[in-house]
Nanobody
């Protein structure tokens, strides 16, 4: 069981940027597939991006070209760089690890 703590959320104007971080402890971080999900009010949780232990990435269509997932195994941390943010990106963003672990979420609000 890995413990995950997200940070970096906040309020940003449309077109702005945020960088989310997810610090992991416990488990074998370097071997895990890591991911970011999000959940907006009244909506189901949806996948945003994944990154494998080897660094291969997968993105939801609605964030391609705007978001970048990365990892630093030396720091046991996964990141989500979010650029060109839109109001529809407003959601609680959750870190996910090893197919069964979740962070508590960090709020991202995109509004003018």
């Amino acid at each position: 069981q890995v413990q995950l703590v997200e940070s970096g959320g906040g309020l940003v104007q449309p077109g702005g940027s945020l960088r989310l971080s997810c610090a992991a402890s416990g488990g074998l971080f370097a071997s895990y597939v890591m991911g970011w999900y999000r959940q907006a009010p009244g909506k189901q949780r949806e996948v945003v991006a994944f990154i494998t232990s080897g660094g291969s990435t997968t993105y939801a269509d609605y964030v391609k070209g705007r978001f970048t997932i990365s990892r630093d195994n030396a720091k046991n941390t996964v990141y989500l760089q979010m650029n060109s943010l839109k109001p529809e990106d407003t959601a609680v963003y959750y870190c996910h690890a090893n197919w069964n672990s979740w962070g508590q979420g960090t709020q991202v609000t995109v509004s003018s």
